[in-house]
């Protein structure tokens, strides 16, 4: 069974993680043909679709994000045309959400992907390989004339996860995406991040293996995107030491922030880096503390200013 991991980033310097976790956990699985494909929003509908359809491929799974599902939506229904027989599968924070409204306004797609899909996803592509239908975890699927959606899937450990990025040599001038922690501190209501609950971390001893192999191979830029790296104090001042004592010069790394959580001991640890090692993403959910209160995300904001 052929199986294409479909990427639509927002520009070619971006590069998309989750297809390339997923390609190695199905080579991990036995499901040896099993590749990625990485496009952009800015290609012509028409280019996308033929390489599609050029790939043959008896399965495709697309990752859906905000930016690129009016593409995918598009583009599925055009090749649903052409290759009838296909399984169309979505995953992501666009379809996890409301799978079955999803399913039902695109009819080219039998599957949604929901939750977590490091153990859920090989699952699904053995058992679609098997027996040409999947109904493992993690699931909603078209049931007669309705849906069927399966148990959640396991929660992930951070520590099983590859690495993901096989072809680094060919990623020269574009954006590495990397994640050493998963889960948010916050519950603001508004945000998706909100619905799992609790922060979880990569061991520092595989995080160091991973930096490492970016510092070799002398990337342009990290983007980690761990939703409040300094969340857990003692993981991000890890993180940033080893990176100022490993600096190779060149790499760039950017992190989200909480500007709440920085204190006197990370402002002093910081104070070592070389100018331009390190980016900072610094969001501010409004500066109103009514507006905070309201949506569940009250701090002080004096400290923040």
Not at 15 to 21: C, E, G, I, M, S
Not at 109 to 116: I, K, M
Not at 256 to 281: H, N, T, V, Y
Request: overall charge neutral; hydrophobic content about 45%; aromatic content about 10%.
């Amino acid at each position: 069974m052929k199986t294409l991991l479909v990427a639509v980033n927002a520009k070619h310097i971006h590069t998309n993680p989750a297809v390339r976790v997923m390609r190695v956990l199905a080579g991990d699985a036995g499901l040896t043909d099993t590749d990625f494909a990485e496009f952009t929003i800015n290609q012509s509908h028409r280019s996308v679709l033929a390489a599609l359809y050029a790939a043959r491929a008896d399965v495709y799974v697309f990752s859906c994000y905000i930016w690129n599902i009016e593409m995918i939506t598009a583009l599925a229904a055009d090749l649903r045309l052409l290759c009838p027989r296909a399984v169309m599968a979505a995953a992501g924070p666009q379809v996890s959400y409301n799978a079955t409204g999803f399913l039902t306004g695109n009819p080219a797609f039998d599957y949604v992907l929901y939750g977590e899909g490091e153990n859920s996803a090989p699952a699904f592509l053995r058992d679609m390989a098997r027996h040409g239908k999947a109904r493992g975890a993690g699931l909603v699927y078209r049931d007669g004339a309705g849906f069927a959606t399966t148990p959640a899937p396991e929660t992930a450990s951070m520590d099983a996860l590859p690495f993901a990025y096989e072809d680094m040599p060919h990623l020269s001038g574009r954006i590495i995406y990397y994640e050493s922690m998963r889960g948010c501190p916050f519950s603001c209501s508004y945000c998706l991040s909100s619905i799992g609950k609790g922060v979880r971390t990569r061991s520092m001893a595989l995080v160091r293996e991973d930096l490492a192999r970016f510092l070799a191979a002398r990337v342009h830029q990290v983007k980690f995107v761990d939703r409040t790296f300094n969340a857990l104090k003692d993981h991000a001042m890890a993180v940033w030491d080893y990176l100022i004592r490993n600096d190779n010069g060149v790499t760039n790394f950017h992190f989200e922030l909480s500007g709440a959580l920085i204190d006197a001991d990370m402002l002093a640890l910081l104070k070592k880096a070389r100018p331009g090692l390190f980016q900072f993403e610094i969001g501010v959910q409004s500066c109103n503390e009514k507006t905070l209160r309201e949506i569940a995300r009250a701090f002080p904001f004096d400290k923040l200013s």
